[in-house]
């Protein structure tokens, strides 16, 4: 493979990893404030013992529930770029020796 293709390849994943980082600095955030969230709701609905602090607490335990995976879903995606990264410099190393 081409040096200038590999440099290409490589400039577009690193954006990509620093897209996914900001993005998981910011599920980081929204993952504890949530559980944060979370944790007052079971509170409330175990001292309330009401169908509504109740339902609240289910509501926020979803919320949770999809921002683990969200939050999975971008770490997930930073290993396949950063190993994809790995990849491409291995490869341009390869070719600058040659």
Known sequence: MKQTVIERQLKEVSKRIAGYKDELAIASEQLAHL????????????VSETAIADLERRETEQQVQSMVRHYRFIT????????????????MTKTGSE
């Open 35 to 46: 559980e944060n969230e979370a944790e007052n709701a079971r509170m409330r609905s175990l």
């Open 76 to 91: 997930s995606e930073l290993e396949m770029l950063e190993e994809r990264q790995d990849e491409l410099l291995d490869k």
